[in-house]
């Protein structure tokens, strides 16, 4: 991306936010998991469809339309870009 992501600090982070995830699964209902995951199938979905509109849309313009922080819409991107290669 444009943005100058380092993709080890992005690791990095998202190493974290596993362990964070993980930490977290323990203390949290199988209800909840589920509507997590839902909600971020419903947000990757949106970035898909703003990404083939515009289709250079910068990270920090993404995490403000989708209102989530622009590491979380950063992951999301590479993800998406990911899947057309």
């Keep these: 991306?444009?943005?100058g992501i380092d993709p080890q600090n992005m690791c990095r982070h998202l190493y974290?936010?596993?362990g964070i995830?993980?930490?977290l699964s323990s203390h949290a209902s199988e209800e909840l998991l589920v509507i997590f995951h839902e909600w971020l199938e419903e947000?990757?979905?949106e970035c898909a469809e703003i990404w083939e509109k515009e289709p250079g849309?910068?990270?920090k313009r993404m995490a403000r339309l989708l209102g989530i922080p622009?590491?979380?819409a950063a992951f999301?991107?590479?993800r998406i870009?990911?899947?057309e290669e």
Excluded: T
Aim: hydrophobic residues 40%; aromatic residues 0%.
């Design 1 to 3: 991306m444009d943005e």
């Design 16 to 18: 974290g936010a596993m």
């Design 21 to 23: 995830l993980r930490e």
């Design 43 to 45: 947000v990757e979905n």
């Design 57 to 59: 849309c910068s990270v």
């Design 70 to 72: 622009a590491q979380g």
């Design 76 to 78: 999301i991107m590479e």
């Design 81 to 83: 870009k990911a899947g």
